[in-house]
């Protein structure tokens, strides 16, 4: 099949992975509302169609703390993308930095960053929280000897949210001998997958974390001990300390609520992402486009807003954009399309985003990012819709 827009690398990546990691990816907490809205509400969101506006070429080029990027577009960090294909995620980094946007690396990769940066330019580095703040520190030390360009403060996973789709596939729950046997078969049947990552794609550890759990430990154990180590005592305090820590652009990911972004910019951090961790976290929040426009009024210029959740098209990147986001991340998109294709597969997803939302913005009578703002939507149907405030 060939892949004409993010929706079809999904069905591609249902294909090609093992049902565990798909249902990994594709799955949201609880009943999913929120993982659904982040997409639907998108779908509603209404654009205003302009016509005979001379809009010629678009420019999309971005600048996002000090550094220009083709367009305002930054892979997002996922947990375990490196499972996806043989050392995954060098191949999105690959994607990403030739397509001139950046790329944030998850504490919960395959690949760690010194293996990543001896193959490509610097890259984002994403942080949990962690209980052991000597990890945390050192993490930190790492990113800096890595060159890493932005360090992305992730703090909507206190606990890990409740996912029954990992239950029930043999990620989560069971036994440990059931589940191993659950998975093992949902290998077999994928043999592309298993010849390509499980028997020339190791090794399958989580890299930042095998230094403090040893080498030999197989992703269940990882995943363990990460879910463990998630910390619920965090406060802005924590926040501050890290300030301290680190001099380059400092961006905080998952708010959702106008208070917790004033804090953050109290704090001094470069950036926010508004975010609900792509429906995985708390069942029932807010969509993250939904929440956007009253954050991004209540931190004005003090803080350069970014979100994420939802994004399925390049339309949708207009639509955040006109809701008062600077740019935005994309999680799943960029992770089913590593699945089914590897580096050209991201690649491709990139250039799709790329044409929906240059034919967006010439519809919507926009020639530049800078024209990008509530006046290409539809106010009067957005207030229906219950949108901003
Ligand atoms: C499989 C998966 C793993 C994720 N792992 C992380 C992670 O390690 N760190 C993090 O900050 N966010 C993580 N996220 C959240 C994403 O960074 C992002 O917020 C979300 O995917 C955006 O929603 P979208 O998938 O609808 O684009 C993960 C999301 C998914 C789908």
């Known amino acids: 099949m060939l892949a004409a827009n993010i929706n079809d690398y999904r069905t591609l990546a249902k294909r090609r992975l093992p049902r565990f990691m798909f249902e990994y990816i594709d799955g949201g907490a609880f009943a999913e509302a929120t993982l659904r809205r982040n997409v639907s509400d998108f779908e509603e969101l209404p654009l205003k169609q302009r016509i005979l506006d001379g809009v ?8 996002l703390f000090g550094q220009n990027y083709s367009m305002p577009v930054t892979l997002a960090p996922i947990g375990l993308a490196g499972l996806n294909a043989r050392r995954g995620e060098i191949q999105a980094v690959r994607a990403a930095q030739a397509a001139g946007v950046p790329f944030i690396l998850s504490t919960m990769s395959v690949c760690t960053m010194e293996e990543i940066r001896k193959k490509t330019d610097p890259i984002w580095f994403q942080l949990y929280v962690m209980r052991d703040r000597g990890f945390m520190k050192a993490m930190i ?7 890493c360009t932005a360090l992305i403060f992730t703090v909507d996973m206190p606990v890990p949210g409740i996912r029954y789709r990992d239950m029930r596939s043999g ?4 036994g440990p001998i059931a589940r191993r046997v659950k998975r093992f078969s949902q290998v077999l049947a994928r043999p592309g997958w298993a010849w390509d990552v499980g028997l020339l794609g190791g090794p399958h550890t989580l890299g930042h974390v095998s230094s403090a759990i040893g080498k030999r430990a ?15 005592t965090v406060t802005w305090k924590d926040i501050a300390a890290i300030r301290a820590l680190w001099d380059g652009p400092l961006i905080i990911k998952g708010i959702l609520d106008p208070d917790d972004a004033r804090a953050a910019a109290d704090v001094g951090v470069e950036g926010i992402i508004v975010s609900n961790h792509g429906g995985r976290q708390l069942d029932g929040a807010l969509s993250s486009i939904r929440a956007l426009p009253s954050i991004a009024k209540a931190v004005g210029d003090r803080t350069t807003v970014l979100m994420d959740g939802g994004i399925r098209t390049g339309a949708d990147i207009v639509r955040a954009l006109c809701m ?6 994309i999680g799943r998109a960029w992770v089913w399309a590593l699945a089914a294709r590897g580096e050209a597969g991201v690649a491709h997803v ?17 020639a530049r990012i800078s024209d990008l703002g509530p006046g290409r939507l539809d106010l009067r149907s957005l207030r229906e819709l219950g949108f901003g405030n």
């Open 141 to 147: 030390e790492r990113a800096k000897a890595s060159g």
């Open 218 to 232: 197989g992703v269940e154990e990882f995943w363990a001990w990460a879910s463990r180590n998630f910390d619920p």
């Open 350 to 366: 990139l250039q799709i985003l790329e044409k929906e939302m240059r034919v967006a913005m010439a519809l919507t009578g926009a």
């Open 171 to 174: 990620l989560s729950a069971g």
């Open 324 to 329: 008062g986001a600077k740019g935005v991340l």
């Open 56 to 63: 010629g070429e678009t420019d999309i080029k971005t600048t």
